[in-house]
């Protein structure tokens, strides 16, 4: 019998319909992971097991009873618990004070401080989770952060523990550690449930792994008779594309650096003596662990940072001191790391985050005033090519799911015809179709003669899209590699300090 059941749940949104007679079912000691496209109704099963949406039709089962779960507190009773996308912990406590706080340990009315850290301190020994008790929140990492979430349904006794898309937010370290205490937890005989889409970590950490594609169920696999291209397939509900990529010859230097320096956050040296160059009709691939130099790189590059040493030149003109504005009107183009805070202004309408950095142009002025009309058309021009799906062009973008803020963000770059993109990490958190999209456009780019740096932390993406390889390692380049004869492995040995060597 499955620990946790639900049978045919329906859950209508306006204009939706979320779950389309979704059945479910999750075992003790099991972690089961949930997959699918973004929209595909994951999040909505989850809160509704969890008590935040109520369905509209079907049954919830635990250990074979029939139960009805109205709210997070009768969820929590029953041991269901849920880790949110977005931590809701109090910063100017200690994480022993937030584990505990609304289920207290009390000495009289005050909270009996020491012994809620020793309990804390238990618990988190016991299921292997780092933490510090006496630790202020506000001071922590999100990786710290999401394992005070999982302390604090622990300590609630939950035996059903519910992590959407937790790995969205870590770095590939964090991703590693939380894993293993999830493999962990299944093993001492919880239920997890583990949404997200990289199917790596699925069929790392999972026994079994439902798919779900609008609103339905599509398959039910235990991992050791699947793989990553049939949950894709699953997931998207035709075979993967294939990244097409015809031959380009590279062609004049688009981006010259040579001996660059910049000094990262405590000021000691970040970047030092990187020298490479950039041809038109290429796309340079800047691989390395996260944390090497590479933020720098870009920032330097983008003109967000000075650099301490050396010298840029973009198409032969030497930009290194130049603003960030003049550089892109030399046909500059960036898409950066963090898309929701420096890629687009959240609250702004996607038809003015479309234009941002255009409005400018004699197109969209007249006599120094706006062209309304002509920014709308302009706008939904883009939306159309770059296959944005918007309700509306005059909504906030934060509406927009990443992968659709992403297009904004590629549209608005590439509308002004760059010479040179600088794209950092650009499908980090997309889900399949949209990581399709962003590398097609990288390869169309480059193919029109355009030059690409792409940096990512990701091998599969840097081995299929670049043509050049370098790799970073503390902040020096540590091996350049012809994209067509390199291979993860040698990219992972250069990546954690191995020999440099030259292939090219
Ligand atoms: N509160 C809501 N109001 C209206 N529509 C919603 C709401 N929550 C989710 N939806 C819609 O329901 C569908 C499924 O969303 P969701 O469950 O969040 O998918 P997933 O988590 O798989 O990305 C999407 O089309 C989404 O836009
Ligand atoms: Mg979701």
């Not at 992971?33 to 509704?48: D, Q, Y």
């Not at 898409?335 to 038809?351: F, H, K, L």
């Not at 770059?386 to 909504?395: G, I, L, M, Q």
Request: charged share 25%; hydrophobic share 40%.
């Amino acid at each position: 019998m499955p620990f946790l059941e639900a049978r045919g749940i329906t859950k209508y949104f306006p204009g939706v319909l979320a779950n389309d007679a979704v059945d479910f079912a999750a075992d003790r000691g099991e972690v089961h992971a949930v997959v699918g496209e973004n929209g595909a109704g994951k999040s909505t099963l989850m809160r509704i097991l969890y008590g935040l949406e109520r369905p509209d039709a079907g049954e919830i089962f635990l250990a074979g009873e029939r139960v009805t779960i109205p709210d997070p507190a009768t969820a929590i009773r029953l041991g269901i618990g849920m880790v949110h996308q977005h931590f809701k912990l109090c910063s100017s406590l200690t994480v022993a004070e937030n584990v505990v706080l609304g289920a207290e340990p009390h000495q009289g009315p005050l909270l009996d401080q020491r012994r809620a850290t020793a309990q804390v301190s238990e618990l988190a020994a016991k299921h292997g989770l780092a933490v510090d008790p006496s630790a202020q929140v506000g001071t922590l990492s999100v990786g710290v952060q999401q394992r005070i979430e999982i302390l604090k349904l622990l300590y609630r006794r939950s035996q059903v523990l519910i992590l959407d898309e937790p790995t969205a937010v870590l770095t590939p370290q964090e991703i590693t550690e939380l894993l293993a205490v999830l493999h962990q937890l299944a093993a001492s005989g919880h239920t997890v449930i583990l949404i997200t889409h990289k199917l790596r970590e699925v069929l790392a950490v999972a026994q079994r792994v439902t798919v779900m594609r609008r609103g339905r169920v599509v398959g039910v696999r235990p991992v050791t008779q699947t793989s990553e291209a049939e949950l894709a397939q699953l997931m998207i509900g035709r075979e993967p594309r294939r990244l097409e990529r015809s031959a380009t010859v590279a062609g004049e230097v688009a981006l010259e650096v040579s001996n660059l320096g910049a000094r990262g956050e405590h000021g000691r040296w970040a970047l030092s003596g990187v020298s490479f160059t950039l041809h038109r009709g290429e796309v340079l691939g800047v691989a390395g662990v996260e944390g090497n130099g590479q933020r720098e790189l870009v920032e330097a590059l983008t003109g967000l940072r000075r650099p301490a040493t050396g010298h840029i030149r973009l198409a032969g003109k030497p930009i290194t001191g130049w603003p960030v504005r003049r550089r892109r009107e030399a046909g500059l183009a960036h898409v950066p790391e963090d898309r929701t805070s420096t890629g687009v202004s959240p609250t702004a309408s996607i038809e003015e985050n479309l234009v941002a950095t255009n409005f400018h142009r004699p197109r969209f002025q007249r006599w120094g005033w706006l062209r309304r009309g002509e920014v709308r058309r302009h706008a939904q021009q883009l939306l159309e090519r770059y296959e944005v799906r918007a309700s509306d062009a005059r909504a906030p973008t934060g509406t927009l799911s990443g992968g659709n803020v992403q297009r904004v963000v590629l549209a608005r770059e590439l509308d002004g015809d760059p010479q040179v993109l600088i794209a950092a990490q650009p499908t980090r958190g997309l889900d399949i179709a949209g990581t399709e999209f962003v590398r097609a456009q990288l390869r169309r780019l480059c193919e029109q003669g355009r030059a690409v740096l792409l940096v990512s932390a990701d091998l599969t993406e840097i081995l299929e899209v670049s043509d050049r390889i370098i790799v970073l390692y503390r902040g020096r380049i540590a091996g350049e590699l012809v994209a067509t004869s390199a291979d993860e492995a040698t990219l992972g040995q250069l990546m954690l300090g191995g020999e440099a060597r030259r292939v090219a």
